[in-house]
């Protein structure tokens, strides 16, 4: 069993720079692949950014390339994506998502291949 609280959202303007966090409990978590998924208004829920389970492969949406960076810390049991000169069209609510124990070496960029959530946490981009 995985539980993820992602946390760090808020209202920054154009230009700025946010860090989400995903703070996980569970012993599966090491194990784990995972990701975060960005729904905006009006909109269907999107991968925005994966990891493998030991962190040595990353998948980032298009959108996000080259701005955003996913990473995590098994040791302190947390992943995060550092997302750097927001846009307005980052606006959304972000979601942890984490796939539960995998021997696969790669990420997963499927919204089905996840098994566990976050409640999700807001930010919004102003212009």
């Known amino acids: 069993q995985v539980q993820l609280v992602d946390s760090g959202g808020g209202l920054v303007q154009a230009g700025d720079s946010l860090r989400l966090s995903c703070a996980a409990s569970g012993r599966t978590f090491n194990r784990s692949a995972m990701g975060w998924f960005r729904q905006a208004p009006g909109k269907e829920r999107d991968i925005v950014a994966a990891i493998s389970w030991s962190g040595d492969s990353t998948y980032y949406a298009d959108s996000v390339k080259g701005r955003f960076t996913i990473s995590r810390d098994n040791a302190k049991n947390t992943m995060y994506l550092q997302m750097n000169s927001l846009k307005p069209e980052d606006t959304a609510v972000y979601y942890c998502?984490?796939?539960?124990?995998?021997?696969?070496?790669?990420?997963?960029?499927?919204?089905?291949?996840?098994?566990?959530w976050g409640q999700g946490t807001l930010v919004t981009v102003s212009s």
């Open positions: 998502a984490a796939t539960g124990p995998t021997y696969s070496g790669s990420y997963h960029v499927r919204e089905s291949t996840y098994s566990y």
